[in-house]
């Protein structure tokens, strides 16, 4: 039986490209083929196997597929192995966000930088979950590229928000007031450092009353105590909710319970927040930066310059115009559909299809 | 239904309203307190900014500023806040003034005692890093795995090493900056590796670039382990820590260069890779 098995740096199962390579395993499956996953650290999940990369034994009618996104021991495994190769390229980030505060993650990134320049060439075809990734990877070497956009089940996110959660998210909230919420993961390139300046100053300009939630595990432990102390020092300490990891159902109570995703990342090479938001009923103001323009279409406020008064004033318009908020409502559901999983798996799989097909 | 969005008028809208507030002194005053707050927080830089840059933040800021803003969107509450600072704002501003004179002194005191230490560093003959590889240990070693091209050993980083090569009858010469070739051989060691892991990347394509075809490119570092044992954790911190053995094989192969084995350890903790262009 022809095989395509799939292998990452780290598997964890509510990591974007974790649930990817879970969803692409259930597409291949469903193509015939056979599809193992394997990763060099395994976060385990429950009805997901996943094998340490260095148990993989080779032979039969095989091509391997790479989830590439930070550098690893798993890639530098792939470059030896005789198998023909699958780029799925998730984006490195630039080291250079990250260098001022964990050198040691800069390495890693750094590391993936090159791998995807060695791996490139020798690919026979590299797929990408953006046209921003797409180009990285022409730019690598990679001879054959397409566009396969994420898969993420967008409807599960919303289905079964935590109850008891929603409660108390919605608890204190003022009328007529507006919760902020981020979601991502607290990392410098995210910079959730310049949504907490954007919303001091939309409290001091705007509306004293407002809330921001910060969902997501911190990255670095530096930039996560520069940020909590920064809140601190704004006074902000009972405004912002600093969440750490949340469950699924928490995660949709929050996007239930709030009424602006702002987005001000520097660099995103895809961003399922944006798209969770968007399904939920949320409104989106991102900063323009990386693919979000690209993942955000028309559907987002998008802005050219992230200062905090811009921000304030961009959210400001959102909170208080009953039409804005209803057209980029609508808009938002409609982008939505252009990325829903069986949408997205039906490019996947033609994707691979071609390839074996030859 | 996007359409009905018009983004092009909504962005001017959004431009004209913040221009019309920054017209406004506290408006403008609060901006700059918001964006210095969080670089207050940030760790000194690992790289791009140096010690000089890090004196210029801290005594910019060792200014208290004892006049807040009094503003607040309710009446009552803006009020109270002019009252108080007219009651206690001369006080404040009495304190204030000597803890900004104290903090920019203090300040002063921190870059004399830098200039003293570089001139103290400028003035001995022989610096020693505790990991900067003995130069008698790894020279014989060196020797064995520089041979080829004809062309000079360039050293960029550790200058004992140049001499110890010397002294054992190979052409050695020091580099300061980026490599520029044509070397026959490159070694690179102590400073030249302590960079910010981006710019080891840039490094390890310049080295590739200044050696002759046939040459090699030798890296002499200190593990990690080793480094992050020995060193206390701020400087682990704050330094450019070295990398491993096995991500310098990756930097070198990126630039183009096959490896070419590890030379024979020459000390405790440290290692040499070696990488030829092809």
């Known amino acids: 039986m022809t095989a395509v098995h799939q292998f990452l740096a780290t598997f964890a199962p509510h990591d974007a490209v974790g649930a990817h390579a879970v969803h692409a395993q259930r597409v291949l499956r469903g193509m015939g083929l056979e599809s193992d996953l394997y990763a060099g650290g395994i976060r385990p999940a429950p ?51 990250v260098e001022r505060w964990d050198p040691a993650a800069a390495a890693e990134l750094v590391v993936g930088e090159c791998q995807l320049r060695a791996l490139a060439p020798a690919a026979e075809l590299g797929l990408a979950v953006s046209e921003w990734n797409r180009r990285d990877l022409e730019d690598a070497g990679c001879r054959r590229t397409a566009v396969a956009p994420v898969l993420v089940d967008l409807d599960a996110a919303q289905a079964e ?15 007529g007031s507006i919760d902020w ?36 595990a911190p990255a670095s432990p530096a930039y996560a105590a520069a940020l909590g102390a920064t809140v601190e020092r704004l006074g902000l300490a009972g405004a ?46 991102a900063y323009a930066a990386g693919a979000v323009p690209e993942t955000v279409g028309d559907a987002a406020l998008l802005l050219p310059a992230k200062d905090p008064l811009t921000v304030a004033e961009a959210v400001h318009r959102v909170a208080g115009d009953e039409r804005l908020r209803a057209a980029l409502v609508a808009a938002g559901r409609e982008r939505v559909a252009a990325f829903g999983l069986a949408r997205a798996a039906k490019a996947f799989e033609a994707r691979i299809a071609e390839l074996l097909a030859g | 239904m996007s359409g009905v969005i018009d983004h092009r008028r909504l962005l001017d809208e959004i431009d004209a309203e913040v221009r019309r507030r920054r017209a406004d002194p506290s408006v403008a005053a609060l901006e700059r307190d918001l964006d210095a707050s969080f670089a207050r927080f940030a760790p000194a830089p690992a790289a791009g900014t140096g010690f000089e840059a890090m004196l210029t933040r801290a005594q910019d800021a060792s200014f208290v500023d004892a006049s807040p803003a009094v503003v607040s969107s309710r009446t009552a509450v803006r009020r109270l806040k002019g009252l108080v600072h ?38 001995r003959a022989d610096p020693v890093d505790p990991f900067e590889p003995p130069a008698w240990e790894w020279a014989p070693v060196l020797a064995g795995v520089v041979a080829g091209p004809p062309g000079p050993v360039g050293l960029a980083g550790c200058g004992a090493l140049a001499e110890a090569l010397g002294a054992i009858g ?53 593990d990690p382990a080793a480094w992050a044992a020995a060193r206390s954790p701020v400087e682990v911190d704050l330094g450019a820590r070295p990398l491993h053995a096995a991500t310098w094989r990756v930097l070198l192969a990126d630039a183009g260069l096959e490896p070419a084995g590890d030379a024979p350890a020459g000390g405790a903790g440290a290692y040499a890779v070696v990488a030829r262009r092809p």
Not at chain 1, 190 to 214: G, I, M, S, T
């Open chain 2, 170 to 222: 190979i052409d050695a010469v020091e580099v300061s900056g980026d490599p520029a070739g044509p070397f026959g051989a490159l070694v690179l060691s102590g400073p030249a590796v302590r960079r910010p892991p981006a710019a080891l990347a840039a490094l390890a394509r310049r080295a590739a670039a200044a050696v002759a075809p046939g040459g090699t490119v030798v890296v002499v570092d200190a």
């Open chain 1, 47 to 97: 009805g997901v196997e996943v094998r340490p990369y260095s148990d993989y034994r080779g032979g039969g009618d095989a091509h391997l597929l790479y989830h590439l996104s930070t550098g690893s021991e798993v890639a530098e495994f792939l470059r030896r192995r005789p198998e023909p190769l699958v780029l799925d390229h998730h984006n490195v980030t630039p080291p250079r966000f």
């Open chain 1, 161 to 175: 928000p935590d109850r008891r959660v929603l409660e108390e998210l919605l608890q204190g909230k003022r009328a």
């Open chain 1, 240 to 285: 912002v909710d600093l969440t750490g990891p949340v469950s699924a159902g928490a995660l949709g109570a929050h996007y239930r319970a709030a009424g602006v995703l702002v987005c001000l990342s520097d660099h995103e090479g895809f961003c399922v927040p944006l798209l969770e938001a968007m399904a939920a009923g949320v409104p989106v103001v």
């Open chain 1, 181 to 216: 919420l981020f979601v991502g993961r607290l990392a410098p390139h995210k910079c959730q450092h310049d949504v907490v300046a954007a919303f001091a100053a939309y409290r001091r300009l705007h509306d004293p009353h407002a809330r921001l939630r910060l969902v997501g």
């Open chain 2, 86 to 123: 007219r009651a206690v704002g001369w006080e404040v501003r009495h304190v204030a003034v000597q803890v900004s004179a104290f903090a920019a002194t203090l300040t002063e005191a921190v870059r004399l005692l830098g200039r003293r230490v570089d001139a103290l560093e400028a003035a």
